[in-house]
Structures are given as C-alpha cells and as structure tokens.
C-alpha cells in the first residue's frame, strides 16, 4: 500500500527557514512525479512545486526563489528546504504522488502544519 | 498561466436533489482536468480524472464531463456523507491549478 508520512512542520519566524519532509512506502519517489500542495487555513488548495522524475522542477510564483523541491533516492523521501518565510506561507503542507510522469494526485500524506509568526 | 474558477462558491441543497458545480479555465486544457472532494478535517481526495474518469473506489454517484475549457462534476443524489468541499484542477503542465473550490451542504 502506498503511503506518504510529511515531517518538519512547526512556529517560525518571519525570515527563517524551515525543512519539510515526506517520507515514502509502498512506491518509489524518484519513479513517479511528486508535488508539494499547500492550504492556509480555512483556505483552498493552492499548488506549491513539482519535481519531475527525470528531476526538472517548477514552481508557484508565490514561492519562486524562496523554496526548493529535492528528493534523496537512498531515503525514499521528498523535501521541501523553505527559506525567507512569511506570514503568507502559513499553511498545512501536503505531498501529492501522480503516477509516472504526468496526470492527478492520486495519493496525499496527512499534512504538515507551517506556522510563521513572530 | 490558466487561471481556474468554479461556481457556485457554495451551495445547500437537500437529501436526494441532483448537485451540479462548473469549473472553467481560462484556456483550454483538453481533458486533463482533476476533481478532488475534502471532507472538513480530512486529506482531500482524487474522485475523478481525465474529466470523466471515475476513480477506483469512489460512489458511481459522482460523475464529470466536459473537454477545452468548461467542465462538470455532478452528484446524482445528494447523501449527507457527500458535505465537503470539491476542488477542480488542471494538470496538464505546471502550474497545477486548483479552483477556489465549492462548499456543499445539505439543507
């Protein structure tokens, strides 16, 4: 069974930086594109990053500069390294698994709670 | 980029009545359009793809249609379990856009 477990949430300072992680079962990371989705709260979905399996990846124009996707293939994990936080970046942060290379987010993790404030 | 909307932001509707809710993007994206249904406190959940596609597991209640840039999810009969939230996505390229998203209640 597929299973997605995201990690490294918490309070931060306008400014700092944070790690997520998302821990992988059940499936390879790296063979499959992974997504980080993010919903502030009481809010919507609001797509975050991709990294593709051949490792290109995009971003939110909201997050451009400030975030990177990255995956370590030994760990069967995906990352997500946010610097420069702002209160805007408060969120519950999802990783989403599509298949292969393309199409929807078949499987999330449970979420990650962000919380910048000062 | 192609920008998402959804409408109605909201609806109440009864046990039994038939729910439509539209989402249209700003440019044609052929098929490639994603449904998700979030319960309040829940991880949201894929219920359809490809416009149409029913994903495994999910009530034949729920249906899409639709192609290019106006599509569709309805539920047939409206059951309590169904109040939630119901985001549309395109993801045919980055950036993955969701719509706002529509709230459904029962009335």
């Known amino acids: 069974e597929e299973q997605l477990v995201e990690s490294g949430g918490g309070l931060v300072q306008p400014g700092g930086s944070l790690r997520l992680s998302c821990a992988a079962s059940?499936?390879?990371?790296?063979?499959?594109?992974m997504n980080w989705v993010r919903q502030a709260p009481g809010k919507g979905l609001e797509w975050v990053s991709v990294i593709y399996t051949g490792g290109t990846t995009y971003y939110a124009d909201s997050v451009k500069g400030r975030f990177t996707i990255s995956r370590d293939y030994s760990k069967n994990t995906l990352y997500l390294q946010m610097n420069s936080l702002r209160d805007e970046d408060t969120a519950v942060y999802y990783c989403a698994k599509g298949r292969g290379n393309s199409g929807p987010f078949f499987s999330w993790g449970q979420g990650t709670l962000v919380t910048v404030s000062s | 980029d192609i920008q998402m909307t959804q409408s109605p932001s909201s609806l109440s509707a009864s046990v039994g009545d038939r729910v439509t809710i539209t989402c249209r993007a700003s440019q044609g994206i052929s098929n490639y359009l994603a449904w998700y249904q979030q319960k309040p406190g829940e991880v949201p959940k894929l219920l359809i793809y490809?416009?149409?596609t029913l994903q495994s597991g999910v009530t034949s209640r729920f249906s899409g249609s639709g192609s290019g840039t106006d599509f569709t999810l309805t539920i047939s009969s409206l059951q309590p379990e169904d109040v939630a939230t119901y985001y549309c996505?395109?993801?045919?390229?980055?950036?993955?856009?969701f719509g706002p998203g529509t709230k459904v209640d029962i009335k």
């Open positions: 996505q395109k993801y045919n390229s980055a950036p993955f856009t």
């Open positions: 490809a416009a149409s």
């Open positions: 059940g499936f390879i990371v790296s063979t499959n594109y």
